[in-house]
């Protein structure tokens, strides 16, 4: 019988997880399933919780779902720990994204500085649940979902010493999704090879016969597509192709990250499919102007989620409501509980599914260290993720992932320590955040707003 322990149980995103393990229940018998949140979350975890409760009735599985705010009590013994916590709730994600803003930068959750402070103030809490595991659980396997994904499990297992982790997104379930609509092809007979860092992966593709169609790919999403640039003069033909182009891309994409066009010579250039959070670091202006032009509108991403998130929790107090509501598509990570729950079930079951995943490199990207965690294709078995060899990139990708796998390390370890030197660095070469006194005032400001939650700092 299979316990599992999520952290942050609380999130609207819980019943994509339930979905996932009712579906999966014959080959993955989950007995218990613990929700845990902290005082803040009690509020949405009782009434996710009993959402949740009533999904697993209606479905006429025997999995019995606790919820609790007592950590420990909810690790003890657990096989898998699921972790889908916000530290500072979305009023922290707020500041991230408003206060770069304010100075003319991008705000995000998980790029630039807004993704570097939400690192400084989860890496201390994953490290101290990686304490409690290996008094309560020391067999378990991790499996992170909590933003920066790729920092997080890095941290884990460079300073929490805990191998047995596992960094999730699901970015590259889109990515894939997309490509197949493209080519009009069927997802799951294309072979897909991917490589790079959490929100900064590059992937290629292959036909049933060995065609490479990685340039194909880039030609129907980004050559033909790229409405406003190619009709540039003129401007309804520009808006019809743009819209068409949005509409190819909207059920295939990430909700809080819009269809913009990529700069097409560049991305023939390149020569292989960028994923959706490339467009920060190939068009940041463009990404910025409409970042702008939105904040305006509806003030920033995490202003919008609260109000959609509000709406779902709504839908969940419905004590006639068993199954997840369509609503929940509204948030950027749909298809998580794919993600999540399909990778418990290859470790359980040793089913040596291919996946994407955070995980420790090994030589599957030359290019970067071999213990640094990668966001790589893997065949998922008993023993964990199993990289699949890549190679090496382009120099032109290779510079960019370099740069960013190092700001990634100088950002953990400033998380760890607290070092202000060490955070300045780590926005010095983040190349969303300009360098000099400006990155001195914005990491400042960021400092002080976020003071409660970086006791390191
Ligand atoms: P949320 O704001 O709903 O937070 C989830 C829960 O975490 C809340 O109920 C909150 O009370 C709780 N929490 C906060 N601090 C905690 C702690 N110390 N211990 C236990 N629980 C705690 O967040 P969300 O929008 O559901 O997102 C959850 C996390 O998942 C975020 O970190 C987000 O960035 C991440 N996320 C990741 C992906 C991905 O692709 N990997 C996709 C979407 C969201
Ligand atoms: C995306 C990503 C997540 C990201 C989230 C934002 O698709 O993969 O890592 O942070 O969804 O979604 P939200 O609805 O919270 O803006
Ligand atoms: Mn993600
Ligand atoms: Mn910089």
């Excluded at 007592?70 to 500072?88: H, I, M, N, P, S």
């Excluded at 609503?327 to 998580?336: A, I």
């Amino acid at each position: 019988p299979v316990k599992i322990a999520t952290i942050g149980g609380g999130s609207s995103y819980t019943p994509e997880l339930v979905e996932g393990f009712i579906k999966r229940y014959d080959e993955l018998p989950i007995k218990e399933l613990w929700l845990v949140d902290i005082e803040e979350g009690k509020e949405k975890l009782e009434i996710v919780g009993a959402m949740a409760q009533r999904m697993v009735k209606a479905a006429g599985v025997p999995m019995t779902i606790h919820l609790t705010l007592d950590r420990e009590e909810a690790l003890k013994d657990a096989d898998f720990v699921t972790t889908q916590f916000r530290v500072g709730l979305l009023d922290a994600r707020i500041k991230d994204e408003r206060i770069p803003l304010s100075h003319g930068i991008i705000g995000q959750e998980t790029n630039g500085a807004g993704g570097m402070f939400k690192a400084f103030r989860t890496v201390p809490v994953i490290l101290e649940i990686v304490e409690d595991m290996k008094r309560l659980c020391p067999n378990a396997w991790l499996v992170n979902f909590t933003n920066p994904s790729g920092m997080v499990t890095e941290a884990v297992i460079k300073y929490g010493k805990w191998d047995k982790v596992v960094g999730l997104c699901n970015v590259p379930i889109s990515c894939r999704k997309m490509v197949g609509k493209a080519l009009d092809k069927n997802e799951e007979e294309l072979f897909f090879k991917f490589a790079g860092l959490n929100h900064f992966h590059w992937h290629r593709v292959w036909d049933v016969d060995g065609t490479e169609l990685t340039d194909k790919a880039i030609q129907k999403l980004y050559v033909e597509n790229d409405g406003l640039r190619k009709f540039g003069a003129n401007a309804t033909r520009a808006k019809e192709e743009e819209e068409k182009a949005a509409k190819r891309a909207a059920d295939a994409g990430v909700a809080n990250i819009k269809n913009i066009s990529f700069v097409a010579e560049q991305i023939q250039d390149l020569g292989y499919l960028p994923c959706m959070y490339h467009r920060y670091y190939y068009i940041t202006d463009d990404m910025l102007e409409d970042e702008i032009a939105d904040f305006k509108e509806n003030g920033t991403r995490a202003e919008v989620v609260k109000r959609t998130e509000a709406e779902l929790f709504e839908l969940y107090k419905d004590p006639n409501l068993d199954y997840k509501p369509e609503q929940l598509t509204k948030r950027g990570g749909t298809y998580y509980s794919d993600a999540a729950c399909e990778l418990i079930n290859s470790i359980y079951n040793d089913k040596r599914t291919t996946m994407v995943v955070s995980t420790q490199n090994k030589g599957a990207l030359t290019d970067l260290p071999y213990d640094s965690v990668a966001e790589v294709s893997a065949i998922i078995t008993a023993a964990g993720p199993m990289p699949i060899s890549w190679g090496t990139l382009k120099p032109a990708a290779r510079g960019m992932v370099q740069i960013m796998k190092a700001m990634e390390e100088t950002t953990i370890e400033a998380a760890v320590t607290g070092d202000y030197g060490k955070a300045l660095h780590a926005f010095t070469i983040n190349p969303l955040v300009p360098s000099g006194q400006i990155a001195k005032t914005l990491l400042d400001e960021m400092l002080i707003a976020h003071k409660k939650h970086l006791p390191q700092f």
